[in-house]
């Protein structure tokens, strides 16, 4: 999972917001801690469903207003993502593999350095679908597993900015509602012969176009300027 930075939202018209940072705060911690104790809380891997709202929301957002103003460059904004992942992406991939070397049977570090290539091309979600199966090896000896997430939202990062960039403003809405029940469509009825939890890694990119239509479709409604839970990410719409 990858910070997508809101204070880039801010220009005349859009004002850094800490409601959000708030709730990809509480977002992060409920994720943290469902590892940390499954059972005391069972439901926080909704933490990531929620991740994924709030980056399609910034990401759209970001895009609308470099195209509101004429600035919008796709070199730009897909160099920013690089100079923004790749850092730490590298040091981890860097890093596993080292350990994995010295550490992990040849089946795991077969399916290790599968998961390095995979990652680094983000696909790491297609590679782990593609490894769903009886001879599959554990999950908790595929210290990559975790990509899955950046996987699908670098997808959507290479997708939906050239859509915005390309489709005239006028199908703006008309254009996401479509890709909107697309993405529903796909993930409810396309046939994946695996588990629920393995299934998410390819569908969950539904979150990621529901939240992008919340940029252009509900932009009339405003933020009240103080709301008591503010700090916490709870902020009242008017």
Not at 61 to 88: E, H, N
Not at 167 to 184: D, E, H, K, N, Q
Request: hydrophobic share 50%; aromatic share 14%; proline share 5%.
């Amino acid at each position: 999972m990858k910070f997508t930075d809101a204070r880039a939202l801010t220009s005349k018209s859009q004002d850094y917001r800490p409601d959000i940072d708030g709730l990809r705060a509480l977002a992060v911690m409920a994720v943290i801690l469902f590892h940390t104790f499954p059972k005391v809380i069972p439901g926080g891997f909704v933490g990531v469903d929620i991740f994924f709202v709030i980056s399609g929301y910034l990401i759209t957002q970001i895009v609308l207003s470099d195209l509101d103003t004429g600035k919008f460059s796709a070199w730009m904004f897909y160099a920013r993502r690089v100079r923004r992942i790749f850092p730490a992406l590298i040091i981890v991939l860097g890093f596993t593999f080292a350990v994995g070397w010295h550490f992990l049977l040849p089946a795991e570090l077969t399916s290790l350095g599968k998961n390095l290539l995979a990652s680094a091309l983000f696909s790491a979600n297609l590679m782990l679908l593609s490894e769903v199966g009886y001879f599959d090896i554990a999950a908790h000896t595929k210290p990559l597993l975790h990509l899955w997430s950046l996987g699908i939202e670098e997808q959507f990062y290479l997708v939906w900015p050239l859509i915005l960039w390309l489709l005239p403003r006028r199908w703006l809405v008309a254009g996401i509602i479509v890709t909107i029940v697309g993405s529903f469509a796909h993930g409810s009825y396309w046939p994946v012969p695996c588990s629920r939890k393995s299934r998410g890694k390819v569908n969950r990119q539904r979150k990621l176009w529901a939240s992008a239509v919340c940029r252009p479709s509900l932009c009339r409604f405003s933020c009240s300027t103080r709301a008591p839970l503010s700090p916490v990410g709870l902020r009242r719409f008017r």
